[in-house]
């Protein structure tokens, strides 16, 4: 245990480094594959809609099979679906979005993870629109064997730090900053940042942070310490600044998103950075600052028709995939040859998206999802 606190304090640090320096991914992606238990992983995006996507960091992937997956097998993959409507920071193995029986008889399997010697792919959402969702994966090759228990428990503990860096790497928009541009460069974002000592005094906040509290709405000042307007909120980022003195371990989780307001006013997050470990160090010496604090209102998105019919009908992600293959491409032929597995496959599960939705063909199906995505659905 003590070995492995050690490996995880050395892994977050390398994790939130890379917010200030993205060239830094590759070798936190390696150590995090290992750290989970497989050769490689990535940190990439899914359009459940369109079926495609993009890899932006990665580790041990084969550059072949990388543009092979997007430019085919994206839509073969029968994670696909499943991946874009899975729960935020949740580990998703394959045997969580259909039977794995069911898997190794895929075309996807057969033609794209076997020959690789890629037994199963552990993943979680790091964000999500209606549109698109960013996650988060390490495969398992046969050696390692597919996702247990312990897999599971590992990423629980290092996929909300990935997120949170994901974030503030998002926010940054930057391939690397030093200590020198620093003030520079964050007067140039648009989101709210704020270097804070200790006492969560203002070091330094860029234009947007300044104006911010010029306007007084969600953050002010009170003698000279950054604090929230509301008074529900302002304890818990106090708080979080405060175990910000302690580093990544000591801040943990509770700094990623934290509620600035409370409904019905609009939502606004911050995400707390420790400055006091790792190459971050050097960033926040110039201010003597334990801290950078991230500041920008959620983006409230719409949820996608086809997630929206999932926890209305209650499908199985199967019963989702094919739901979503019969909507583009019709005819059990083509789903089973766009799913990647047997036309009597697909026809079980056709029975059962019509028992829950209350149809008996398929183009009640795919008049069912268009009257979902339509935002001037007819009263029935």
């Not at 977050?12 to 200030?20: E, F, H, K, Q, R």
Request: proline content about 4%; charged content about 20%.
């Amino acid at each position: 245990m003590l070995a492995e606190a050690e490996i995880f304090s050395d892994l977050i640090g390398t994790i939130y480094d890379t917010t200030l320096d993205r060239n830094l991914w590759p070798e936190a992606l390696r150590k995090l594959a290992e750290f989970v238990g497989g050769p490689a992983a990535t940190i990439f995006s899914k359009n459940p809609s369109s079926r495609n996507g993009s890899a932006y960091f990665d580790f041990g992937v084969d550059p072949h099979f990388r543009q092979l997956y997007f430019d085919k097998y994206v839509k073969l993959d029968p994670a696909t679906t499943g991946h874009c409507f899975a729960e935020i920071g949740h580990p998703i193995a394959t045997a969580d979005l259909l039977p794995y029986a069911e898997f190794l008889e895929t075309r996807f399997y057969k033609e794209w993870a076997a020959p690789q010697g890629l037994v199963d792919f552990v993943s979680a959402v790091l964000d999500k629109s209606a549109n698109n969702a960013a996650l988060f994966g390490v495969f398992r090759h046969e050696r390692n064997g597919v996702v247990d228990d312990e897999t599971r428990r590992r990423m629980r503990l290092i996929v909300p730090h990935i997120r949170r860096a994901v974030l503030i790497g998002n926010v940054l928009d930057i391939d690397t900053t030093k200590a020198a541009a620093l003030a520079d460069t964050l007067n140039g974002l648009a989101a709210g940042v704020f270097l804070v000592d200790e006492n969560a005094r203002v070091e330094f906040a860029n234009m947007s942070g300044r104006a911010m509290l010029g306007e007084g709405k969600i953050l002010r000042q009170k003698d000279g310490v950054l604090t929230a307007v509301d008074p529900k909120r302002a304890a818990t980022l106090s708080d979080v600044i405060v175990a910000a003195r302690g580093g990544d371990a000591a801040v943990g989780t509770s700094g990623i998103a934290v509620p600035l307001s409370s409904p019905p006013a609009e939502q606004w997050l911050a995400h707390v950075l420790p400055l006091t470990s790792g190459t971050r160090q050097h960033a926040g010496i110039s201010y003597s600052a334990v801290a950078a604090v991230f500041v920008h209102k959620a983006s409230l998105e719409t949820p996608s028709s086809m997630e929206t019919m999932s926890k209305l009908y209650r499908l199985t992600p199967s019963e989702l995939r094919v739901l979503v293959a019969v909507s583009e491409f019709g005819g059990v032929a083509a789903v089973a040859s766009v799913v990647g597995t047997s036309e009597a496959t697909v026809k079980t599960h056709l029975q059962h998206l019509f028992a829950k939705t209350g149809t008996s063909r398929q183009i009640d199906l795919v008049k069912l999802v268009a009257a979902h995505a339509s935002p001037l659905r007819q009263a029935t």
